[in-house]
């Protein structure tokens, strides 16, 4: 699994033409899940990232998280994480997760950030979407399980 979090001012999704989700200060998460990615892995990283100190308390330093800013996050799914780009010019994607199973996996860990208490909303899995954001630094973190 491989998640890619950037700090918002705010984002939206967008899928033909409408507005899917919208979120206010906070984090959007891109998530790609591979092949053999758990339920526990998701659970690990969803708390990771409730908790990891990337916002700025009053003396500018990254000390506060997503919690502590009461933030919100908007996840979106994105197979194009896993690319094996070593051999060739077109990417390969045959460690992502069949979509059935990845789209599971997704929703379940859009729940597990709201049991943490973040307000959590989601694009449309498996959807051609626009994506908008107001990156907030920019910071841009990468994880992996």
């Known amino acids: 699994m491989k998640i890619l979090i950037q700090r918002v001012n705010k984002a939206k999704v967008i899928v033909e033409e409408k507005l899917i989700s919208e979120i206010g200060p906070g984090i959007l998460v891109l998530l790609g899940i591979k092949k053999g990615d758990t339920e526990s892995q998701l659970k690990q990283l969803a708390q990771r990232c409730v908790n990891l100190r990337i916002f700025e308390d009053n003396n500018g330093k990254s000390n506060l998280s997503l919690c502590d800013i009461k933030g919100e996050a908007l996840v979106v799914s994105q197979f194009t994480l896993l690319a094996d780009t070593s051999r060739g010019r077109r990417p390969s994607f045959t460690d992502a ?9 997704y929703e379940l860990f859009i729940s597990f ?10 694009g449309i899995f498996g959807e ?18």
């Open 97 to 105: 997760e069949e979509p059935e199973k990845a789209k599971r996996l």
């Open 113 to 122: 950030l709201n049991q943490l208490g973040t307000p959590t909303k989601g």
């Open 128 to 145: 051609r979407m626009i994506v908008s954001l107001e990156n907030n630094g920019p910071v841009t973190i990468i994880m992996e399980a």
